[in-house]
């Protein structure tokens, strides 16, 4: 789910700077590191892409052969425009330094409110118009199994394109790459993952002698202990605010309605197809977080409009002691400009859990960018190389160093210089360790905004009970998939 990102200044940084802005800073600083210098313009590339002739490969590059002067060209690669293109856009001149200016790459952004369909016409036509591509979690479960991509496997078996060791794959969690994984083979290497994940006051939780979340988070049954806690708190000292915060607008209400159904076991799609939104643990989650909101009084009744910025500025402003929100969102709060009441008293950990089920339950909805190889290619050996340079661990830690955005690397997550400036990567790191796989279904957008939803909000405004809504969510998701010849 794209989200509009801010970042938080540093060392690195003198004011609060945008992130294209940032970007362009990676580019032309001076020092250490593979993004420490602008490279000069790439000379133009030699016609038609095709591989040069044969120079010995760098054995200290993760692309032996386009390092080694051995590949020559352009390559083109599609993706939707933003601040995860802005990447690839600025970062090109350091691809084609590594190759010696030899083999360069063009990136093609395309609106993100043309990209769904661009992307589909390009790989249904069978165009050779991009050799690598940006592919996300979501639309994967249609461009895998329909053949728009190159599996990974052959490449990287292939030393003199792939330096394993140097590489890394087991660098990701299995969780994560499982969501690119067909058959066994492996499609795309990720470039941003992200999460919702729980943001909580050290402050408050240290006055008022609350129980801190443990490194594998709260279940959910502690959670709402501590919620009554600081709930009594809050009315003690008068406070305008309350214990949990998060938001049920629109694809929000459908993302945390999974993720709650997950944490409790239910299968929400038998057979990784079948809708089954009414499962018992499903109806039970959402009659137990209504119940949070109606009987208990422990969540505004506003969350009912929220999502994103929504829950990001009641944050800010100091109305929760908990919340349930994006790790995209903790930059700002960390930010003591923009989060005076937030910033310096907040701490980060995974998202609760159900306690029969075990902090280890994959329940969390992926939200992952990607690269991959066009099936249609006619350079995919240099596509290849370029998503492997791109995804590489030097790269995304200067990447991820000077405020380019996250990734999904667990030595990146885990680095300490790289935790001084941003504590919640040990949170996200728990959350990309237990995503939940999506359902092997084209549609599965469709019905995660514009049928979920709608059932859900009337639960969640008392019009409607949980299983009743899931009934009719279940009926109507099937006779549209039904329609559309998917199950």
Known sequence: MARQRNFPQNSFTPRNLTRRELLQIMAGATGAGILSACAPAP????????????AAPKVDSVIPQAAGGGMSGEIAFGIMGGPEADAHVLLAPQFAKATGS???????EVGRDVWDSRWLTNFQSKSDAWDAVNIQSGPFKQAGPAGFLLPLNDFMADPTLFDKQKFNLDDW?????DLFTLDGKLY????????LMFYYRTDLVQKWGLEPPPAEGYSWTK?????KKAQAKIAEEKLDMFPLLFGVKAAHSAIHFQQMAWSYGADLFKDNKMPNFNAP????????????????????????????PEVLTAYQQGKAVFALQWNAAAPDILNPEKSPASAGKTAFSVYPWQTDKGAQQLRLWP???SVGVSAYSKHPKEAFEYCTWFTSKEVARDYVMHGGGSSGRQSLLTDPEILKSNPQYPAMLQGFKVYHALPDLVSYNYLLNNILPAHLQAVWQGTTKAKDALDAATDEAKKYLSDKGEI
């Open 173 to 177: 969690p299995k969780a994560l790459l």
């Open 102 to 108: 030899k083999l360069t790459i063009r990136v093609e």
């Open 188 to 195: 795309a290497f990720p470039q941003e993952a992200s999460t």
């Open 367 to 369: 939200s992952v960018w």
């Open 281 to 308: 643990e499903a109806i039970a989650a959402l009659e137990d977080a209504v119940g949070w909101l109606v009987k208990d009084k422990l969540v505004t009744p506003g969350m009912v409009g929220y999502e994103y």
């Open 43 to 54: 000379a133009a590339p030699q016609a038609g892409g095709q591989q040069g002739a044969a």
């Open 223 to 227: 959670l709402l202990e501590v919620c």
